[in-house]
């Protein structure tokens, strides 16, 4: 409505003209709702309650005589009670654009009072400290202002005289030498795994290279046994026909073996066995008779001499039967003769040698002597002519009949 009005939440409406007051106040403040006014008779002003922001840049001279360039920013505003209200409205409702620069100069005023009570040290680590005392210095003229600081912090220290530069070169010189050596060992790890890495690659490589080749070698040695199949396979077809071939001539040359064992070789043994059985028969035949024939004239040597011995004694003692024995003995050589004709157109089997055939030779004379014994005994005290030599008597038919049973005793 054209007579009622209403301020925004950060203004201030000022009533003057109006009968009631706000204390000491000649006008009335509404803030935060609307109000009358009356026209002609009323005024209505408008007080902006907004945050303002003061830049301070200023030159200052420490404790040490060091000239500093202090840059500040101050953040206030007009207070929202009555007071401070009423207080900023005498003062700066007409000129309410120039309130940033006067509080700049308040707090410019202040900044180089405080300053140059402290060292450069000071004021670069206590920062908070230099700004709260600014804003404890001004606090009472900021309150006859009806100004509320909210915040006041100092930005940048300038130094025009390299003092702060110097201040901090030992610093800087220690933490550049920090920064250089951990540089350095950066560096150094960093060459480290590089060579590291290098090596590693090169390994690899070495490794892949040698696998490369392992399998290039087994391939080719692939290749080179496939190339090499064709030949090898007839090499070892033409291997197995000679080995075959071989076999079968082993196997031939066996059966030839075989059959020359048993066509010529075990014939030509059997034969050659018979020739040599037949020889040593015939050796043996022919020893035989040899023997016979010695043992046959040592015998009559030796009955020879038996006798004469004992015709000698019987003639000198009248006996005839010992002559009668004497003719017997004459005849014996007549009657070995016999039989040995008889046994020498016979096949003997000798089993034990000489001693077979004496026992033979002892055999027949043996029965040679049973035959004079048996002639003793049928002869009486007159004793016979003895029959001729010429076996015309009965003694040779027995001497005959004697050979031809030994002679069908010894054959075989």
């Excluded at 950066?186 to 390994?203: C, I, N, P, S, V």
């Excluded at 496939?226 to 082993?250: F, K």
């Excluded at 066996?254 to 010529?264: D, F, H, K, M, P």
Aim: charged share 25%.
């Amino acid at each position: 409505m054209l007579f009622w009005h209403v301020p925004a939440p950060n203004e201030a409406l000022l009533i003057s003209g109006s009968k009631r007051r706000a204390g000491d106040a000649q006008f009335r403040i509404v803030t935060g709702h609307g109000c009358w006014v009356m026209p002609v008779k009323q005024k209505a002003s408008v007080l902006s309650l907004s945050l303002r922001e003061a830049e301070i840049s200023e030159d200052c001279v420490t404790q040490q005589g060091i000239r500093l360039g202090v840059r500040a920013v101050a953040v206030f505003k007009v207070g929202d009670d009555q007071t401070s209200i009423a207080n900023a409205a005498r003062r700066f409702l007409a000129e309410q654009t120039t309130m940033e620069e006067l509080v700049g100069r308040i707090f410019a005023g202040h900044l180089r009072s405080i300053v140059g009570g402290l060292t450069v040290e000071q004021i670069i680590r206590e920062r908070d400290r230099v700004a709260q005392e600014v804003k404890d210095g001004s606090h009472s003229e900021m309150e006859k202002l009806g100004i509320v600081v909210d915040a006041l912090q100092i930005q940048e220290i300038a130094d025009t005289s390299g003092y702060i530069t110097n201040l901090a070169a030992p610093h800087a010189a220690a933490v550049a030498s920090t920064a250089r050596i951990a540089q350095a060992k950066a560096d150094q790890e960093a060459t480290e795994r590089e060579q590291q890495a290098a090596a590693l690659k090169a390994e690899y490589e070495r490794d892949t290279a040698i696998k490369r080749a392992g399998f290039l070698a087994e391939t080719e040695q692939y290749n080179a046994r496939a190339a090499q199949a064709g030949p090898l396979s007839q090499a070892r077809a033409s291997q197995e026909v000679i080995e075959e071939q071989t076999a079968l001539a082993q196997r031939q040359a066996s059966l030839a073996a075989q059959r020359l064992e048993a066509e010529v070789r075990r014939p030509a043994d059997a034969e050659a066995y018979r020739l040599r059985t037949l020889a040593e028969a015939q050796r043996d035949q022919v020893r035989f008779e040899a023997d016979a024939r010695a043992y046959t004239e040592r015998t009559v040597a030796q009955a020879r001499a038996d006798a004469n011995t004992a015709l000698a004694v019987s003639l000198r003692e009248g006996n005839q039967e010992l002559i009668a024995a004497n003719r017997t003995v004459e005849n014996l050589p007549a009657l070995a003769a016999s039989a040995a004709q008889g046994l020498s157109g016979a096949r003997l089997t000798v089993l034990n040698g000489s001693d077979g055939v004496n026992e033979l030779v002892s055999g027949i004379v043996g029965q040679a002597l049973t035959i004079l014994d048996s002639l003793k005994q049928g002869t009486g005290p007159p004793v016979p002519t003895p029959p001729p030599a010429d076996g015309t008597g009965s003694l040779p038919r027995k001497v005959t009949k004697l050979k031809q049973e030994g002679a069908g005793s010894g054959t075989s």
